[in-house]
């Protein structure tokens, strides 16, 4: 066990207030009402919701959140020190602050001199008596106040008597919490972990009485970020501020989904339980889809690639010990391992993937070293199968003799009105198609703002009578990569296809020079897939796959 064991670390989210300043983010108030809901459930002691008074959205986000009050998170209301030269007590925005409600205030004030004779344009003294006054009065009106030191690093490099004396001004006026910020995220670790050690001796904070409490708020214009806030842990740092996938003004802030395994399973302070951050993965892409941005795949912990595994010799070693190449077990934060399909695939990948979807198969089965061949040479034509999952499943029924059949296709054909596009009139894409199903021909028609819906639209159309669930189906992405670019208009195409039945996701692939059959391919196999979730399951119960099922172009 760890010193540090019983030692707790307060994480402190600002992804709703520093977080949303992301070019290119946006939250509504129901956004960050759902996200602040799902930061309560992960346990995170402090949630930053906003600057009441900056706008009118975090006005409203305080008082709804009186009306649905968390569960155990402390909603924290966020403002800067009095305007120079008038009373506390008459500044606007320090009576917004107080509306707000909130039993927690974080105030920021400026440590830096060159922000305050260049930003301010006013004296070190008034600067002082800013932070002195604002903090007096919020606490005369039972506010307990946690101090930013904005700019403290490039503050205290540059003229640190007085950044010191802007600390001592928070603390004698009563902030509870020092919050050391490196603004401009231009700090390395060694000089967070040095300067945190002065700091501390001047203010003469001791191990056994660490009062009063420091804070650290890292940003990673330096990608260095996560490192700094773990120096200032390191040195006595009790506070964290950072934000869910790192999410932030510029080059963003300490990203959290890795502070705080990086925090709890490496250094063994303590966060949050052991059962919340198993909920950590979650959280992350919940919080990726609230604010409609894609989730970074290659995050560490909580990316889908984080535990993935694509070298044969990788997952040789993996399967027989997780150790050989993993850090942590994935699941102590909720994530999973992977086993990667591709080119560069052993019989180990084969193997191993195949048990995923509950096909059983050795090295001595024959059928085993077929999907390995057929693998590496659809990859070789342009097929990707570490992103198409629902199709390989499907390969491997295939060569296991179990891929059932639901219909078989007949031909298509597709019209587009390029005249009507042109002049800025969006007619509909007319797709035709022909398929059989149980033995009838069917011929359908429908229209759609694309080709590709057309064809996605006709196709449900000739299917729905037989396989009604497939209203449930929805085609969730649609991503076309042109593979050799040196072909001009003559190039390979892949096509990828995510899917949906609203409870769970499925990608496809198809490949062609021709653009439409690669998304006919890719469209098929999502039908396809989505209808084998819905069936028993059982391998004895599907018929064997016909050739005749392949795509054709009319």
């Not at 600057?51 to 649905?68: H, L, R, S």
């Not at 050690?197 to 996560?226: C, F, M, W, Y």
Request: proline share 4%; charged share 20%.
């Amino acid at each position: 066990m760890n010193s540090q064991a019983s030692t707790p670390i307060w994480i402190y989210d600002t992804t709703l207030r520093d977080g949303s300043q992301r070019e290119g983010l946006s939250l509504s108030l129901e956004d960050k009402l759902r996200i602040a809901k799902e930061l309560d459930q992960l346990g995170i002691p402090f949630i930053e919701g906003g600057w009441p008074g900056a706008n009118p959205k975090d006005v409203q986000f305080f008082w709804q959140i009186k009306e649905e009050p968390l569960t155990q998170a402390e909603v924290v209301a966020f403002c800067s020190t009095r305007r120079p030269n008038i009373a506390a007590a008459d500044d606007p925005m320090l009576q917004a602050i107080l509306a707000a409600g909130t039993r927690w205030v974080t105030l920021f004030g400026k440590s830096w001199d060159l922000h305050v004779t260049e930003g301010l344009q006013t004296t070190l003294e008034e600067n002082l008596a800013m932070i002195k006054d604002s903090i007096e009065y919020l606490r005369s009106q039972g506010r307990r106040v946690i101090y930013d030191a904005e700019h403290w690093f490039d503050g205290y490099k540059q003229n640190p008597d007085y950044a010191l004396q802007t600390l001592d001004a928070a603390l004698q006026a009563g902030a509870e919490w020092l919050v050391l910020c490196d603004t401009n995220g231009g700090t390395l670790p060694h000089e967070i972990g040095q300067i945190v050690r002065e700091v501390r001796e001047a203010l003469k904070v001791e191990s056994s009485n660490p009062q009063p409490l420091l804070g650290i708020h890292t940003h990673n214009d330096s990608d260095t970020a996560i490192a700094n806030a773990l120096a200032g842990v390191l040195e006595g740092v009790r506070m964290v501020q950072g934000t869910i996938n790192g999410y932030g003004e510029r080059c963003g802030n300490a990203n959290l989904c890795s502070l705080i395994p990086n925090l709890q399973l490496k250094l063994g302070y303590r966060c949050i339980q052991d059962e919340q951050l198993a909920k950590l993965t979650q959280a992350s892409r919940l919080i990726s889809e609230v604010v409609n941005l894609a989730p970074d795949d290659h995050a560490p912990f909580v990316g889908r690639s984080a535990f993935a595994h694509k070298g044969g010799i990788h997952v040789s070693a993996v399967e027989r010990n997780p150790l050989t190449y993993e850090h942590i077990e994935p699941e102590t934060i909720g994530n999973q391992r992977r086993i990667v399909i591709s080119d560069q695939s052993g019989l180990s990948n084969v193997l191993a993937k195949a048990r995923t979807f509950g096909h059983e198969l050795n090295k001595k089965d024959p059928a085993c070293r077929q999907i390995l061949e057929r693998l590496k040479g659809l990859e070789s034509e342009g097929y990707q199968f570490e992103a198409a999952e629902a199709s390989f499943d499907l390969l491997m029924r295939e060569a296991l003799g179990y891929r059932q059949q639901f219909f078989e296709l007949k031909g298509f054909q597709v019209h587009c009105d390029m005249l009507q596009s042109i002049s800025g009139d969006y007619s509909n894409a007319l797709a035709t198609i022909k398929v059989t199903v149980n033995g009838k021909d069917i011929l359908e028609a429908a229209e759609g703002n694309g080709p590709v819906s057309a064809l996605d639209a006709a196709l449900r159309k000739a299917l729905q009578n037989f396989y009604p669930e497939i209203a449930q189906f929805q085609l969730t992405d649609y991503k076309v990569r042109i593979l050799d670019g040196g072909a001009g208009t003559s190039a390979k195409t892949r096509v990828l296809i995510e899917s949906s039945n609203g409870q769970k996701r499925w990608t496809t692939v198809g490949v062609s020079p021709n653009i439409l059959e690669a998304s006919y391919q890719a469209v098929v196999e999502g039908i396809e897939y989505g209808l084998l979730l819905q069936s028993s399951g059982k391998p004895e119960s599907r018929l064997p796959v016909s050739e005749s099922s392949k795509a054709s172009v009319q």
